[in-house]
T-cell receptor, first 117, second 113 residues
Framework: DGGITQSPKYLFRKEGQNVTLSCEQN?????MYWYRQDPGQGLRLIYY???????QKGDIAEGYSVSREKKESFPLTVTSAQKNPTAFYLC????????????????FGPGTRLTVL | GNSVTQMEGPVTLSEEAFLTINCTYT??????LFWYVQYPGEGLQLLLK?????DKGSNKGFEATYRKETTSFHLEKGSVQVSDSAVYFC????????????FGKGTKLSVIP
């Protein structure tokens, strides 16, 4: 089945530790995204990538890092510099269309709930 | 810049009631408009979309019409079910070369039997 997978579904971290969230897609989409969602809040963009080996900061990139070594994969590292990392993290991907290219429908994974103990 | 404003929730309805969730937007150019749904503990799923003025998106009994004159994309359903209980997000993408979706803050819907 085509889709986006995120792992793990639940993640617990001690303060001061870095942790990496996995995101994989087999939809052959060019663009991938990471969002953060807090209770009762909308989505805030952390990082996005339109092409392998390139990525851009979103609205709340501080304390996070990403890599895009393969088209299918876009892992997110939550570093110890992130002051309040407890949240629900969503990965998404989308095809790009038009000239100049822009995002179309974004497809979301099931999410990872990170809790800092 | 782009922005999306949704009616604040939560919205509580009885089963078989009529649903409207308002969404208005501000955007440069000609945006594409989306409604996403999020069930508890899950990611977002695309519910419907419209890419140009007067288009109507529809899916699973939900409908929304792209109204350029009122910059709106209100979500409607004629008869809601308990299984429709979820959070609904309105979103848009606009501008050549834009890679970001702009989301509203979401509206939580609870349907009671």
């Amino acid at each position: 089945d085509g889709g986006i997978t995120q792992s793990p579904k639940y993640l617990f971290r001690k303060e001061g530790q870095n942790v990496t969230l996995s995101c994989e897609q087999n939809l052959n989409h060019d663009a991938m995204y990471w969002y953060r969602q807090d209770p009762g809040q909308g989505l805030r963009l952390i990082y996005y990538s339109q092409i392998v080996n390139d990525f851009q900061k979103g609205d709340i990139a501080e304390g996070y890092s990403v890599s895009r070594e393969k088209k299918e994969s876009f892992p997110l590292t939550v570093t110890s510099a992130q002051k309040n990392p407890t949240a629900f993290y969503l990965c998404a991907s989308s095809p790009l269309s038009g000239l100049p290219r822009r995002t179309d429908t974004q497809y979301f994974g099931p999410g990872t709930r990170l809790t800092v103990l | 810049g782009n922005s999306v404003t949704q009616m604040e929730g939560p919205v509580t309805l009885s089963e078989e009631a009529f649903l409207t969730i308002n969404c208005t937007y501000t955007a440069t150019g000609y945006p594409s408009l989306f409604w996403y749904v999020q069930y508890p503990g899950e990611g977002l799923q695309l519910l419907l979309k419209a890419t140009k003025a007067d288009d109507k998106g529809s899916n699973k009994g939900f409908e929304a019409t792209y109204r350029k004159e009122t910059t709106s994309f209100h979500l409607e359903k004629g008869s809601v079910q308990v299984s429709d209980s979820a959070v609904y997000f309105c979103a848009l993408v606009s501008g050549a070369g834009s890679y970001q979706l702009t989301f509203g803050k979401g509206t939580k819907l609870s349907v009671i039997p």
